[in-house]
């Protein structure tokens, strides 16, 4: 049985698990902005219609602008990509041949880029439970030429202790080592936090980023990267020609507007996931200690998480699973933080099980 590499599309993990798809279905494998998209993107969409008649920006010129002021990074430190999937396989080609790190638990996507480019990857996988980042990575340095790093982590939603991230940073460079960060979840900290004020000290490093998830605009693939801007050049020698469209353009920049948007979602994301926690304590299940908008979740007093995973779905609650992540290979489901309402429903549903 092969399951789906990546959440969404419900349809096929219910093909693939050989269950009858309920009528109502909600879909917690997506890590999505439970508010959907900002409002105003909605209310302007029509007047973007023109931009299908003419080719977006080569340059991106509006909303690298706008990227820089944010990050306080030069232009030639920026390239905007396709979604963050787009960034991975560049930078996995970028690094074709090299020798390539991946912190585990991670997105399987960057294992998928650097094989696919010849890399020779091996693997850090964390502690169980706690997924704290820790000294020892920095031994492996030596022997590698690149690490991938995911904070806030995808899947378990927890946060690196920035001292640590910091430190690996440092004893990378000494080595010659790059070090990746993923931040696509990042928007989702109330500080909003990133490493690029580490770019200017360090030109080992370089940042993934994403607006499709706290923006909830995944068909429209918007993402971007920071780096040196001499690796930034050769990357996007790699990269095709008018990879990003005129309307992920378009939205990217009026998405950037919406700090109060931003600040909404934080407020909700917090309140419902620490009503989400309180009913796992009280009903002993084990969750990861995310900050973000999504975590693990796992019932103890079962070995096969399967059984968990196949009973939520019968229900109508869509979780993703874990195979597919080294490092979890299933003993643990992934769920988003959905509405109050979504999350009542899946507690309800939770309930029922442990009767």
Known sequence: MTLPSHGANAYYLYEALQLEQPEQTIDFSANLNPLGPPPSLKETWGDAFDLITTYPDPHAASLMEKLSNIHDVEENQLLIGNGGAELITLVGR??????????????????????????????????????????HLIEKLPYVDAVFLCTPNNPTGVTYDPASVLALVEAAKKHDCAI????????????????????????????????????????LRLGYMMAPPEVIEAIKKLQP???????????GELCLQETD??????????????KCFRF????????????????????????????????????????????????????????????????????????????
């Not at 939520?312 to 109050?340: C, Q, Y």
């Open 94 to 135: 970028y690094l074709a041949g090299k020798r390539v790190c991946i912190v585990q638990p991670a997105f399987s996507e960057y294992e998928t880029a650097c094989l696919r480019a010849g890399c020779e990857v091996t693997y850090h996988t964390l502690e169980e439970n706690e997924w704290a980042l820790g000294s």
């Open 180 to 219: 990746i960060i993923d931040e696509a979840f990042a928007d989702f900290l109330w500080d909003e936090s990133s490493f690029s004020s580490l770019l200017a000290p360090f030109s080992n490093l370089m940042i993934l980023r994403s607006l499709t998830k706290m923006y909830a605009i995944p068909g």
């Open 241 to 251: 020609h008018w990879s990003v469209n005129a309307l992920a353009l378009h939205a």
């Open 261 to 274: 948007f931003v600040a909404q979602t934080h407020q909700v994301i917090e309140q419902e996931r620490e």
């Open 280 to 355: 796992f304590e009280a009903n002993h299940f084990t969750y990861s200690k995310s900050s973000v908008n999504f975590y693990l979740l796992r019932d103890p007093e079962i070995e096969d998480q399967s059984e968990l995973l196949s009973f939520l779905m019968k229900k109508g609650i869509v979780p993703r699973h874990t195979e597919n992540f080294p490092g979890l290979d299933g003993r643990w489901l992934r769920f988003a933080i959905r509405t109050s309402e979504e999350n009542e429903r899946l507690r309800e549903v939770l309930t029922s099980w442990r009767s």
